[in-house]
Nanobody, 118 residues
Framework: QVQLVESGGGLVQAGGSLRLSCAAS????????MAWFRQAPGKEREFLGR????????YYGESVKGRFTISRDNAKNTVYLQMNSLEPEDTGVYYC???????????WGQGSQVTVSS
């Protein structure tokens, strides 16, 4: 079992930055692929990016490529999402997820609200 808890969300002005953290506990964290998603009211959940167990090959969705950066620190059992140049359209609930196998997101956090003012 793996438990995930997001933190670091809040209110920020357009053009500002935030860093989200996702702390993991339970089974061995370093073997899991990790990902970030977000969802706004009335919209489908959107994939933002993922990072392998090694951290060597991050992959990003087109809407955030060049602005958001995923990293992980296996020694701290934590994955991060650095968000720069935020826009009001980035407002939503941000979730982290973990996968122990290809194509299946087995574990999810409860989410962290990010609100970007114009």
């Amino acid at each position: 079992q793996v438990q995930l808890v997001e933190s670091g969300g809040g209110l920020v002005q357009a053009g500002g930055s935030l860093r989200l953290s996702c702390a993991a506990s339970g089974r061995t964290f370093s073997t899991y692929t990790m990902a970030w998603f977000r969802q706004a009211p009335g919209k489908e959940r959107e994939f933002l990016g993922r990072i392998s167990w090694s951290g060597a090959s991050p992959y990003y969705g087109e809407s955030v490529k060049g602005r958001f950066t995923i990293s992980r620190d296996n020694a701290k059992n934590t994955v991060y999402l650095q968000m720069n140049s935020l826009e009001p359209e980035d407002t939503g609930v941000y979730y982290c997820a973990a996968s122990a196998g290809r194509g299946v997101w087995n574990y999810w956090g409860q989410g962290s609200q990010v609100t970007v003012s114009s």
